[in-house]
């Protein structure tokens, strides 16, 4: 008893610490814990263990999504000059969680998310390799946001290739991931050419930059392509407005 009552305490305690860690790194999610409405919604400690990043490498991942995999995280380990001399490592892996705010607000809003079961729609899918497998990498430097997909036998549209819908979750994914660097932002225009359909089991390169930026309004565009990047299979622009999170979160 006193031992499992320790586990509970001690997995708390890390989860609130890279609860911490991740708001610090990531201003988008911090949520002011002095409102009233949000202390109201504060949570008891739960027994959560260590979260599970889902953007590692699985046993279904194939030789050309470790092929990515392996390149884009040997960027994360490149240092470049930044200003005043100093070192700066631009490219960084963005970990992925099944439930995105889980991890991401001290538990400010767990309850709310464990009551409705929310789940993030990418990560939702518990059989390995059956639907989205991704990681995302992103270069705050240049502004640009990569992502590598290997997409699995559930997310069928036409015979034995991929639903449009999906290469729209994929594009929307890393698009906003991208908008979402420096605050919380929602979609509002997402405009989609898709030029060659994508076969199932394959992986797909997606690659995202910031066109233009006016007020709240960030302009991206992406492509997804095959993974040497010969074959283009579809092209996107998206328009992202920044937004309150507390008056999306607290539906204000
Ligand atoms: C909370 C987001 C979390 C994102 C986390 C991201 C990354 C984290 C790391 C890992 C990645 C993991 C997951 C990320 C996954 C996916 C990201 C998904 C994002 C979404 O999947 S999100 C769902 C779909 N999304 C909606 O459900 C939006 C519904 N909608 C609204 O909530 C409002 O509509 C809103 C807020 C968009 C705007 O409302 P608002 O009141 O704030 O602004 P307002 O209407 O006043 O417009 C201000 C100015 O924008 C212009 N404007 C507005 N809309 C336009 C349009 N469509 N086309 C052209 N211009 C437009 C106006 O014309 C005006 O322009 P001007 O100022 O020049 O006159």
Not at 24 to 30: D, E
Not at 100 to 115: D, F, H, R
Not at 141 to 170: D, F, N, R, S, Y
Request: hydrophobic share 40%; proline share 6%; glycine share 10%.
């Amino acid at each position: 008893m006193t031992r499992g009552l320790g586990r509970v305490f001690s997995g708390f305690k890390r989860l609130v610490t890279l609860s911490v860690m991740w708001s610090m790194k990531h201003p988008m999610y911090s949520v002011p814990l002095r409102s009233p409405s949000v202390r109201s919604m504060a949570v008891l400690p739960l027994p959560f263990g260590k979260p599970k990043d889902l953007s590692l490498p699985n046993a279904t991942w194939g030789p050309e999504m470790m092929q990515l995999y392996e390149h884009y995280n040997s960027l994360c380990k490149v240092e470049v000059e930044a200003e005043g001399g100093q070192k700066k490592v631009p490219w960084k892996r963005i970990p992925g969680y099944n439930r995105l705010l889980k991890y991401a607000t001290g538990g400010v809003y767990l309850s709310k998310m464990i009551q409705s079961k929310a789940r993030l729609f990418t990560r939702n899918i518990r059989e390995p390799g059956a639907a989205f497998e991704y990681a995302l990498f992103i270069n705050s430097e240049e502004e640009k946001c990569v992502g590598i997909w290997q997409v699995g036998h559930l997310l069928e549209g036409p015979p034995g290739h991929v639903h449009g819908g999906a290469i729209a979750t994929i594009i929307d994914t890393v698009t906003g991931c991208l908008a979402s660097l420096s605050g919380a932002v929602m979609t509002a225009n997402l405009n989609i050419n898709y030029r060659s359909p994508i076969q199932l089991g394959n992986t797909v390169v997606v690659e995202s930059i910031v066109d233009k930026r006016e007020g709240r309004k960030k302009f991206i565009s992406c492509k997804v392509t095959s993974p040497d990047g010969t074959k283009l299979h579809t092209e996107a622009t998206a328009l992202f407005l920044s937004i309150d999170i507390n008056q999306l979160l607290l539906g204000r």
